[in-house]
């Protein structure tokens, strides 16, 4: 854990107005610590959260949008999830944000 984990956790839960689990942090670090540092909460849906993030190896701002830990034990939530990044990738729009990769991270949560 980094020094700048309990500003992200202040900052995170200030943004959002209320907490976000301990737990889906701990495991967004772990499992994405070496591909990207998360920065802010950028906002939240009723199945998903978007965290503004900066891909290491690229240099560059990326938003991550997660599945919430309780909703991965409902099949259904994760197939729609990964169902909306699949059709989200085929669209090419200008006010369309582009998906540039789509991961599912035992035991996390699938990841855009």
Not at 6 to 28: H, Q, R
Not at 42 to 54: C, D, H, I, P
Request: aromatic share 2%.
């Amino acid at each position: 854990m980094s020094p700048n984990d309990d500003a992200l956790d202040a900052k995170t839960n200030a943004v959002a107005g209320e907490s976000i689990p301990a737990e889906l942090l701990s495991v967004m670090r772990r499992d994405l610590a070496k591909q990207y540092q998360i920065s802010d909460l950028l906002g939240r849906g009723g199945m998903s959260l978007v965290f503004l993030a900066q891909e290491v190896e690229l240099n560059r701002q990326v938003a991550i949008k997660v599945l919430p830990l309780q909703l991965l034990d409902r099949a259904d939530a994760a197939e729609r999830f990964e169902r909306e990044g699949k059709i989200s990738a085929s669209l090419d729009h200008p006010h369309i944000v582009p998906i540039s990769a789509s991961a599912r991270r035992a035991p996390s949560c699938g990841i855009r």
